[in-house]
């Protein structure tokens, strides 16, 4: 694909200069993908434990007074990026005209989340299983 593309002297900087027809022909197919894919970071999430160790000392100050002294406290866990995710896909047959056009918003909040979007967006459309 890119280097039919290439030849075509289609470049990402002029990708956008060329009919999704013009797309079809050069490359030689009945349909083309077109889509888009936005990742926002939004929130973090702290996951972990703290464990607290009693350690009991019972002393005496000169005056009689009795002092307690007790505890440690640890704490480990780790801090995780949550995204949001949108996926855009459009489907374009070679006569321009487009046949599928819907976007998705991935309930997963990891980086990643795009893959089940499209793959969600990718058995919606009217070309899948051909």
Excluded: H
């Amino acid at each position: 694909t890119n280097a039919l593309l290439g030849k075509a002297g289609i470049t990402p900087d002029n990708v956008r200069n060329f009919t999704m027809q013009e797309m079809c022909n050069i490359l030689g197919v009945e349909y083309v993908v077109r889509g888009t894919i936005t990742t926002n970071a939004t929130s973090t999430t702290t996951s972990g434990s703290t464990t607290y160790n009693q350690k009991n000392q019972e002393s005496s100050d000169k005056n009689g007074n009795n002092n307690k002294t007790s505890g440690s406290v640890s704490s480990s866990g780790s801090m995780q990026q949550n995204y949001q995710t949108a996926v855009l896909m459009e489907v374009y047959a070679d006569d321009g005209k487009k046949v599928f056009g819907q976007d998705r918003t991935s309930v997963w909040q990891t980086v990643d989340a795009y893959k089940n979007a499209l793959q969600y967006l990718l058995k919606k459309t009217p070309v899948y299983g051909r």
